[in-house]
């Protein structure tokens, strides 16, 4: 099996999970360089890959001014730094493995299209969803016609309100100033895989959204700007920031997206200046804490969506009508349940084997189809102009939310 070599641009959480296929898989990827400003982040993931001080580089703009060194990119860094890595590794001949969303400007993500196309680049973004078993299962029963034609679906994510807090109250993807829309950065998976079982384009588009719980008028009286500083609802608050970063049997995600140094002493040094102990009323935010999404088709298939930050469960359901037969699923407990009209329900079996990795299976799943492309040609399923009609649903959804109308696509 020929080995791919690799640069990541951005070791952050998403960077440095692509590299970790790496270190399980040396036969068939090699990182041969990274990029990151920070230098706990960098040197943490070289030092885990065995990379030399050469191999190391604070920015993508020093590693991209090399000539070309490997023989794809993972663009990794943060949704508004998307577009100019993209395109300068393009021009340099890199395949590219593109997070998503594409960027969150319309124009670049179609100026990304359009240099993939000139480049002849192979380009993935990262709609990892697409590669789990829990949702190739449901695309293959629709393609074998088991519920006839899709007529309608519904699909809920359930983001946690945990989740909410840390990614979009106290975290990177807060506040649109600095990065995407929700429905961009997180939901854009959803619109994604609607679109995919759909396998249609869709005609028009309305949204309703807004941010209700995590704002000041909601705080509990008396709570300070940071937990740490005696709030009185330690005890009964959900979101009280030791209860969530301090429990020292935890040390993955999202615990170590807080510091480098998971130590009790470097987590407490977190909360106490850090953006993550801050309280979640008191934050910077103003990305929507719920949205709903209604879609409608060129057959006159329907979909609606609903994303919340304010549930328990951290996972996504949805139940597809055809007009033979429907589909209920639940990504959370990995139940697939198909019932024919006329017919008996059946549990769908679901192949994990291969799902070891986060969302699913799908960070690993897109790496060994995206190194698979690269090895012996062909096309990504998540494809620059494929992704790109995902991407458009979600700008225009965001236009009928802020300008209260309906957006034909
Ligand atoms: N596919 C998915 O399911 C999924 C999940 C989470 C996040 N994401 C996306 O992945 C991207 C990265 O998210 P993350 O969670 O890893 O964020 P992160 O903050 O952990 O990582 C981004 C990294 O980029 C680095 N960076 C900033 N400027 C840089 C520069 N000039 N050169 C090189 N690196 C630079 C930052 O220091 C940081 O370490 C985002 O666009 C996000 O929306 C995708």
């Not at 100026?111 to 000139?118: F, G, L, P």
Request: net charge neutral; aromatic share 8%; charged share 25%.
């Amino acid at each position: 099996m020929k080995q791919i070599t690799a640069v990541v641009l951005g070791a952050g959480s998403r960077g440095s999970t692509y590299a970790s296929y790496a270190k399980e898989h040396p036969e068939e990827l090699r990182i041969v360089a990274i990029a990151e400003p920070r230098q706990d982040r960098r040197d943490q993931l070289a030092d885990s890959l065995g990379l030399p001080q050469e191999a190391r580089y604070a920015t993508w703009q020093e590693l991209l001014a090399q000539p070309p060194m490997a023989d794809c990119a993972f663009v990794c860094t943060l949704d508004d730094d998307h577009t100019a890595p993209a395109l300068k590794a393009m021009d340099l001949g890199y395949h590219l493995l593109l997070e998503k969303p594409m960027s969150n400007k319309e124009e670049e993500c179609r100026s990304i299209v359009q240099k993939a196309k000139e480049t002849g680049c192979k380009l993935a973004v990262c709609h990892v969803l697409r590669y789990t078993p829990f949702y190739m299962t449901l695309k293959a029963l629709i393609d074998e016609g088991c519920i006839g034609e899709v007529t309608t679906i519904n699909q809920i994510e359930n983001v946690g309100y945990w989740h909410q807090a840390h990614s979009f109250v106290r975290g990177n993807w807060r506040t649109l100033r600095e990065t995407s829309p929700m429905l961009l950065q997180k939901s854009c998976h959803d619109i994604d895989i609607i679109l995919w079982l759909m396998g249609k384009n869709c005609k028009r588009v309305q949204s309703f959204g807004s941010l209700r719980h995590f704002t000041s008028k909601n705080a509990p009286k008396g709570a300070p700007l940071r937990c740490l500083d005696g709030c009185p609802h330690a005890e009964t608050c959900p979101y009280y920031a030791p209860k969530l970063y301090l429990d020292m049997t935890r040390t993955g995600w999202p615990v170590d997206v807080i510091t480098t140094d998971l130590s009790e002493a470097g987590r407490r040094k977190a909360l106490e200046e850090g953006p993550y102990g801050r309280c979640v009323y008191h934050c910077d935010n103003d990305v929507v804490d719920r949205q709903v999404v209604n879609m409608e088709f060129e057959d006159g298939a329907l979909a609606t969506f609903t994303m919340t930050g304010l549930s328990a469960d951290f996972s996504r359901q949805l139940k597809i009508f055809g007009t033979k037969g429907q589909i209920q699923a639940d990504m959370g407990t990995k139940e697939i349940v198909l019932h024919p009209f006329g017919g008996e329900k059946r549990l769908i079996p679901l192949d994990m084997a291969q799902a070891t990795s986060g969302h699913g299976g799908g960070d690993f799943g897109i790496m060994r189809d995206f190194l698979n492309i690269l090895r012996n040609g062909g096309e990504s399923r998540t494809g620059a102009t494929i992704s790109l009609q995902s991407h458009l649903i979600c700008f225009a959804a965001e236009r009928s939310r802020t300008q209260n109308t309906v957006i034909p696509l």
